[in-house]
């Protein structure tokens, strides 16, 4: 069993970055793929990008890709979600998620283990 929590949410201006942190307890850490999601108000919680429990393979949204990158460090049972050029579309609850044994993914039901949420939001 794992939990995670995440860190480094906030507020940004347009074109900016941040850097999310997803804090995971437990041994077994480097045993599970970790993906991002994120939610903004009133819509549906999307797929962000997701890393191996190796990481080997790392999957992006089409809407991220070429400025979030998405890192890990099992040493420090930590995962990563390094955002660049952002946009008032990225402004969202963004959730850290772990997903026993697998390669990640965009499908949630993958996914065994939530975080809490952490709010990013970009200004105009």
């Known amino acids: 069993q794992v939990q995670v929590m995440e860190s480094g949410g906030g507020l940004v201006q347009v074109g900016g970055s941040l850097r999310l942190s997803c804090a995971g307890s437990?041994?077994?850490?480097?045993?599970?793929?970790m993906g991002w999601f994120r939610q903004a108000p009133e819509k549906e919680r999307t797929f962000v990008a997701s890393i191996s429990w190796s990481g080997k393979s790392i999957v992006y949204a089409d809407s991220v890709k070429g400025r979030f990158t998405i890192s890990r460090d099992n040493a420090l049972n930590a995962a990563y979600l390094h955002m660049t050029d952002l946009k008032p579309e990225d402004t969202a609850v963004y959730y850290c998620?772990?997903?026993?044994?697998?390669?990640?993914?965009?499908?949630?039901?993958?996914?065994?283990?939530w975080g809490q949420g952490t709010q990013v939001t970009v200004s105009s």
């Open positions: 437990g041994r077994t850490f480097s045993n599970y793929a």
């Open positions: 998620a772990a997903a026993f044994l697998a390669a990640g993914g965009s499908n949630d039901t993958h996914y065994d283990y």
